[in-house]
Structures are given as structure tokens and as C-alpha cells.
């Protein structure tokens, strides 16, 4: 079928084609944004904590403003001794879902010169690696000299581990281990990388998505620890999952009554998948929401085709006759209408690839929102195709069923 005459009369009506054409374009453009930011938060709710979750809780006291560190680890962790079926435990500053306590800027010099992001900073006491489970994966585990007392929050010369996503944003494509990086007068040299450590607000921090897992931990010795840390008296504890709740229920009435000047958190003492389940909270309505939002503009779109396909036939329908009297098949009819509507729907199409682009500009600008990846505008454009077939379908089946005779009448 040429497309000479199809051009010819969408000119003819140019307000209209005009108007669905930006009608698809914004479309295109909202669809497309909407599925990356659908994709994104999906992405970041399965994201890999590089802990077994099942396995551990966290018990959290506060208002013990006036606590020893060392004797309030002392007294809680010799009450969690006499707590059955309770393999570990260990006092942390934080875990991951967990309330953020060490995002701070690194620099790659000691004059900050060259500035590397703001991950997160761990710091854990003995026996915590082991109760989270984290293994490195390069470099080595920690030893009992590298658990050092502080100068301020951080000791000032800290071996630490770091995850494989921060290495490769620090040291593209180099091996991390023994390099140094900086956190004011405090330096820190790699020991040992991880495969995985989610920080505790992946998604949420001032590098956003892309900085989920820049996470570093420092050995600290709990004589060290200073007035936030021992505040917060945050221990993580590891058990069998089944027996976890029983745990966490016998752990609790053990170290309320090993610390009664302190007040047990209990919204803060929960299994970490709870924690997990909390913080994503937010992240599902917001996907719930897109989605609405994607299957409403897709309606919206559909319906302005049928409209004005609609509108055309019956504004056609002598020429149709005509048409047909002249030999013309249903299905040239048919054809006619549904390649109309792939030249309006290509040309909003690409219409709303600029504009998806733009937004996601915009986005990236005041929202710190990824790049778009240039494989979602193919998805928008197919589903708009798609869409645009099927709305103008119905009126162009019943264009099609116009009869030869109807040539003959007057109007």
C-alpha cells in the first residue's frame, strides 16, 4: 500500500493528527521514565545484603546516656550467654535496613583533592563478622590488633574491609587491597573486599541507587567505642531461623534485666527480614503507583485512538464506499486505517523518545536518579505500537464492513 494518499489526508486534518501525535509522544515519554523507575526500585528491593537475614535479629537498647561501652557490652552480652539457642552476638554502630549512623565523604588523598563519594562506615566489634557471616572474598580477616580504640569516631589508622561494588567506583577495574583512602585525619587502607554489604539506606543515600553497597567496616575495640555508638547499644544476634523469634523474645527480657537503666528499642529489635520488609515499604507504593500510572496513560492513549479513529470513519464513510464500489477489499480498508495509525503512532513515538530523554535529564538533576538506559525507549515504543494496533482495530473492522452501495447514496 503507498502512503501517498494516508499522508494527504492526515494534512488535510493536521489539528487532529497533530494532537494524538503529542498525545503518544507524552505517552511514550512517560512510559518509558516510569518503567526504569519501576525497574529501579524492584532492582533495589531485591537487592543483595550480603548477609543471611533468616538467621539474625538486632536488640537495641537506648537512654543509657551515662554507660560504660565496655560495661554495657559486658553485662549484655554475659546475659545473652545464659539465652538457649542463641549462636552469637556481637555489638555493631548499625546492619543493613538498619537506622544510618556513618555516611561520611572519602577523599583518595590525605588533602581531599580528589573527592570519591559518601559510603557508608561500619563499625564493628569482635565477633561481629562472624555473627553477620561476612567473608571476604580478596585480602584478609581481620586480626586482634587491627580492633584498635579511637581518636574521635575512628581510630586513626584503621585496616578495614570494603565491598567489590566500592572497589570498582574507587579503583575501576584494579585490585583494591592495600589501597588507602581518607575520612578527614583519618586513613584507612583496604584489608579485605566483600562480595556483597548492603549499606543501611541503599537507594535512600546522596549517591542514591548506584551507591546501595558502598559500604566499609571498621574494627573497632568496645572500650573505644563514643557516646552515639554506646547510646544506641545496638547488638546483632544469630540463631536458627525457626527459633529466631523465641530467641529475640528470651534476649530481650535477658538484657532488660542486665541493663535496667537502659530502655529496650522495640521497633529497632527485630529480625532483619522485618527490617528489610519496613524499609521497602515506601518502595512498593511507590511501584504500586508508577504502575497505576503506566496503565492509566496507556488507556488514556487508547482511547484518544479510538475517538478519533472513530471520528474519521464516520466522516469517511462515502469515500469508503466509494472505495470499495471500486474494488477496494475489506482488508485494503482495513490495512488503510491501521497504517494511518502506525505513521502517527512512529511519529509520536519519536517524538517521545526526545522528550523521555529530556525528563530523565530533569530527574537525574533534582532527584539523583540514574541514567536511562537506551533499552527502555524500544520497550515504550513497542508497547505504544502495540496499543495503537489494537485501539484503532475496532473502528477500522467496522470501516471495513461499510458496504459498495453506500457510494450511491446522497449525503
Not at 25 to 46: G, H, P, Q, T, Y
Not at 119 to 142: E, M
Not at 268 to 278: D, G, H, Y
Amino acid at each position: 500500500m503507498t502512503i501517498g494518499p494516508i499522508l494527504s489526508a492526515l494534512a488535510r486534518h493536521r489539528i487532529a493528527a497533530m494532537l494524538i501525535t503529542l498525545e503518544i509522544a507524552l505517552a511514550c515519554a512517560v512510559l518509558c521514565n516510569a518503567f526504569f523507575l519501576v525497574s529501579s526500585r524492584l532492582d533495589l528491593m531485591r537487592i543483595d545484603s550480603g548477609v543471611d537475614e533468616a538467621s539474625l535479629a538486632t536488640l537495641k537498647l537506648r537512654g543509657c546516656e551515662e554507660c560504660n561501652a565496655a560495661d554495657l557490652q559486658g553485662r549484655v552480652m554475659q546475659a545473652l550467654q545464659s539465652v538457649p539457642g542463641l549462636q552469637s552476638a556481637a555489638m555493631v554502630n548499625t546492619v543493613p535496613f538498619g537506622e544510618p549512623t556513618g555516611n561520611a565523604g572519602i577523599c583518595l588523598d590525605s588533602e581531599c583533592k580528589q573527592f570519591a563519594g559518601v559510603p557508608h562506615f561500619y563499625a564493628f566489634t569482635r565477633g561481629a563478622t562472624d555473627t553477620l557471616g561476612l567473608k571476604v572474598v580478596a585480602g584478609r580477616n581481620f586480626t586482634p590488633a587491627d580492633y584498635q580504640g579511637s581518636e574521635g569516631f575512628f581510630p586513626a589508622d584503621s585496616q578495614v574491609w570494603i565491598t567489590r561494588a566500592l572497589a570498582e567506583h574507587l579503583w575501576p577495574g584494579q585490585d583494591p587491597l592495600g589501597r588507602e583512602f581518607w575520612l578527614a585525619q583519618f586513613h584507612f587502607r583496604v584489608a579485605g573486599v566483600l562480595a556483597h554489604f548492603a549499606r543501611p539506606d541503599p537507594g535512600r543515600s546522596e549517591n542514591g541507587v548506584v551507591s546501595a553497597e558502598w559500604s566499609i567496616i571498621v574494627p573497632i575495640a568496645p572500650d573505644a567505642w563514643q557516646g552515639a555508638y554506646v547510646q544506641r547499644g545496638l547488638f546483632v544476634l544469630r540463631a536458627d531461623p525457626l527459633d529466631l523469634p523465641r530467641v529475640l523474645a528470651a534476649a530481650k527480657a535477658a538484657a532488660a534485666r542486665a541493663v535496667p537503666e537502659a530502655v529496650i528499642d522495640q521497633a529497632a529489635s527485630a529480625p532483619l527480614v522485618q527490617l528489610r520488609e519496613r524499609y521497602f515499604q515506601t518502595d512498593r507504593t511507590m511501584a504500586g503507583l508508577l504502575v497505576a500510572v503506566i496503565a492509566a496513560m496507556l488507556l488514556v492513549t487508547a482511547l484518544g485512538i479510538v475517538g478519533l479513529a472513530s471520528f474519521w470513519v464516520a466522516q469517511r464513510t462515502k469515500q469508503i464506499g466509494i472505495r470499495r464500489a471500486l474494488g477496494a477489499t475489506r482488508t485494503d480498508i482495513l490495512r488503510y486505517f491501521q497504517t494511518e495509525n502506525f505513521l502517527l503512532a512512529s511519529g509520536g513515538i519519536v517524538l517521545g523518545m526526545l522528550l523521555a530523554y529530556g525528563g530523565n535529564q530533569l530527574l537525574m538533576r533534582y532527584f539523583e536518579l540514574a541514567r536511562l538506559p537506551v533499552s527502555y525507549l524500544p520497550i515504550g515504543a513497542l508497547l505504544l505500537w502495540i496499543v495503537g494496533q489494537l485501539a484503532v482495530l475496532g473502528p477500522a473492522l467496522r470501516a471495513a464492513a461499510i458496504p459498495p452501495v453506500v457510494a450511491t447514496r446522497s449525503t
